[in-house]
Antibody, heavy 121, light 107 residues
């Protein structure tokens, strides 16, 4: 069965960095586009970034552009989110999600359980 | 960016009744519209994609309709497990955007 397991969350000071990981299993990871979506406490869902199946294309939300970098290692079946220059408003649960297509052009059919990131001094 | 607006914010429904949730896009998204269900402490779950296609394992009481800018999610007969928050999302344009959610609560 499809499984997505995020890790790497925690408490970090403003301005610092954090890297999230999402370990995938139960499907051919290299055949799917992958996303990061976040949810601030008590708020709705915010799309963060997408990476194509082969890593050739990436898109970001304006709120994280130039600070966050999405990447993937298809040999390790793992998705990453490098988060730099963190701000208090980045505090959220971060979910990885699988796209139904290779190029992130469809809905998100499987989600991980999420990892909490708290940015606070 | 495309703004997705859901209404109502909260819907109070009795078990067994019908629930109708609306989602409006600020510009056409064709049929590139998905609905997700989220329960407290859980990740979202895909219900509907392509505006009207049920995802794998989703009961037939869930149905989606619409195209362009106006979309509807209907739950024909609410079960206890359906009380949750529902989000619409467009995937026609970048950035992908979600509605603010509709909470379906027990009346």
């Amino acid at each position: 069965q499809v499984q997505l397991v995020e890790s790497g969350g925690g408490v970090v000071q403003p301005g610092r960095s954090l890297r999230l990981s999402c370990a995938a299993s139960g499907f051919t990871f290299s055949s799917y586009g992958m996303h990061w979506v976040r949810q601030a406490p008590g708020k709705g869902l915010e799309w963060v970034a997408v990476i194509w199946y082969d890593g050739s294309n990436k898109y970001y939300a304006d709120s994280v552009k130039d600070r966050f970098t999405i990447s993937r290692d298809n040999s390790k079946n793992t998705l990453y989110l490098q988060m730099n220059t963190l701000r208090a408003e980045d505090t959220a649960v971060y979910y990885c999600a699988r796209d139904r297509s290779r190029r992130g052009a469809d809905a998100f059919d499987f989600w991980g359980q999420g990892t909490m990131v708290t940015v606070s001094s | 960016e495309i703004v997705m607006t859901q209404s109502p914010a909260t819907l109070s429904v009795s078990p067994g009744e019908r629930a109708t949730l609306s989602c409006r896009a600020s510009q056409s998204v064709a049929s590139s519209l998905a609905w997700y269900q989220q329960k407290p402490g859980q990740a979202p779950r895909l219900l509907i994609y392509g505006a009207s296609t049920r995802a794998t394992g989703i009961p037939a009481r869930f149905s989606g309709s619409g195209s362009g800018t106006e979309f509807t999610l209907t739950i024909s007969s609410l079960q206890s497990e359906d009380f949750a928050v529902y989000y619409c999302q467009q995937y026609n344009n970048w950035p992908r955007t979600f509605g603010q959610g509709t909470k379906v609560e027990i009346k």
